[in-house]
Antibody, heavy 124, light 107 residues
Framework: QVRLEQSGAEVKKPGASVKLSCKAS????????LHWVRQVPGLGLEWMGW????????AYAQNFQGRLTMTRDTSISTAYMELTSLTSDDTAMYYC?????????????????WGQGTLVTVSS | DVQMTQSPSSLSASVGDRVTITCQAS??????LNWYQQKPGEAPKVLIY???NLQTGVPSRFSGSGSGTDFTFTISSLRPEDSGTYYC?????????FGQGTKLEIK
């Protein structure tokens, strides 16, 4: 069964960086794009960017340009998301989510599986 | 960026009611829209993909329709377990953008 297992909660000081992981299992890691989405507590969802595990190509939302880096280690089927220069506005739950194949095989289902989320708290 | 205007922001309905949520895109997004349900403390779950396709394992009381800029999500007969927050997502253009969410309460 497909599973995305995320790393544990983090507490960081303003100005620090955080690197989260998302370990995939139950499918071919390199075959599906992985995205990151965050949610400020009690608020809505914000798309951050995507990574193609096959080759490592990425695309980031403009809001995070220069602060966000997505990488992967295909040998352990794990994706990483690093966010630098943290502020209190970055306090949020961070999710990884997969783009999967449609049941009929023609096209894709965006975010068919999600990780359980990692809470990042930025506080002095 | 494509702006997604979702309404209502909250609603309260009774078991058995028909419930409708709408999303309007600021530009044509074809059918590249999904609907998600999120329960407290959980990750979102996809219910409808490509505007009108029911995700595997999702009950048939959920449905979606629309194309272009106007989309509708419907629960035909509300059940207690349908409480939660519902979001639309457009993925026609980067950055992907979500609607603001609709919090559904069961009376």
């Amino acid at each position: 069964q497909v599973r995305l297992e995320q790393s544990g909660a983090e507490v960081k000081k303003p100005g620090a960086s955080v690197k989260l992981s998302c370990k995939a299992s139950g499918y071919s890691f390199s075959g599906n794009y992985l995205h990151w989405v965050r949610q400020v507590p009690g608020l809505g969802l914000e798309w951050m960017g995507w990574m193609n595990p096959d080759g490592g190509a990425t695309a980031y939302a403009q809001n995070f340009q220069g602060r966000l880096t997505m990488t992967r280690d295909t040998s352990i089927s794990t994706a990483y998301m690093e966010l630098t220069s943290l502020t209190s506005d970055d306090t949020a739950m961070y999710y990884c989510a997969r783009v999967g194949l449609r049941p009929d095989g023609y096209g894709y289902v965006v975010f068919d599986y999600w990780g359980q989320g990692t809470l990042v708290t930025v506080s002095s | 960026d494509v702006q997604m205007t979702q309404s209502p922001s909250s609603l309260s309905a009774s078991v058995g009611d028909r419930v409708t949520i709408t999303c309007q895109a600021s530009q044509d997004i074809n059918v590249f829209l999904n609907w998600y349900q999120q329960k407290p403390g959980e990750a979102p779950k996809v219910l409808i993909y490509d505007a009108s396709n029911l995700q595997t394992g999702v009950p048939s009381r959920f449905s979606g329709s629309g194309s272009g800029t106007d989309f509708t999500f419907t629960i035909s007969s509300l059940r207690p377990e349908d409480s939660g927050t519902y979001y639309c997502l457009q993925y026609d253009n980067l950055p992907y953008t979500f609607g603001q969410g609709t919090k559904l309460e069961i009376k």
